[in-house]
């Protein structure tokens, strides 16, 4: 399991799609669709959306290997994940700093990929995407992880410049990933 995290507007979601793009043609790698309490045409990543009694009831069903709040929303990880890793495939999925300990838990083959960008290229990235208010972005940008959260087996890929320079450093370490699963 690749999970990828860094703070809002560091560009993960266009990290991962312009990897996916890269790799579509390779069928030991796939993209992890979250389930989060966000509404289906909200922006950002593709994801299944769910209420938030549905996403407590799935919760409660076992539905997830990994979930947690953040921004006040739910985020889910599929257990199915579980079965397709177990079939040979490298997943890649979007995840948050604070729910590393669990990923981890649930998924002892753990790679951590932390998407950055300068601090000034977030506070614009998450300005235009109009989805919050100024104070909610300053919130964003204010928000700290502990360093304990950051797993020993992480790769930060910076992500201030050129889409296709993270994107290409992001589809490297994917490749060199699956080479190693030989």
Do not use: Q
């Not at 992480?154 to 994107?167: H, R």
């Amino acid at each position: 399991m690749v999970v990828v995290v860094g703070p809002s507007g560091a560009g993960k979601d266009s990290v991962m799609a312009y990897a996916a793009r890269r790799l579509a043609g390779e069928s030991r790698v796939a993209f992890v669709r979250r389930v989060i309490t966000r509404p289906a045409d909200a922006g950002g990543e593709a994801h299944e959306a769910i209420d938030a009694e549905g996403f407590r009831r799935r919760a409660a069903e076992g539905a997830f290997a990994v979930s947690w709040e953040a921004h006040g929303l739910r985020y889910g990880i599929p257990r199915e994940t579980l079965d397709r890793l177990a079939g040979g495939m490298t997943l890649v999925a979007n995840g948050s700093r604070s729910a590393l300990a669990d990923f981890a838990a649930a998924y002892p083959r753990l790679k951590v990929v932390l998407i950055t960008a300068r601090p000034d290229i977030l506070a614009r990235r998450l300005a235009a995407r109009g989805r919050e208010s100024g104070e909610a972005v300053a919130r964003r940008l204010g928000r700290i992880v502990p360093e304990s959260a950051i797993a020993a087996d992480t790769v930060a890929i910076d992500n201030s410049g050129p889409l296709e320079e993270a994107g290409e450093a992001f589809v490297r370490l994917l490749a060199a990933t699956l080479a190693d699963e030989g």
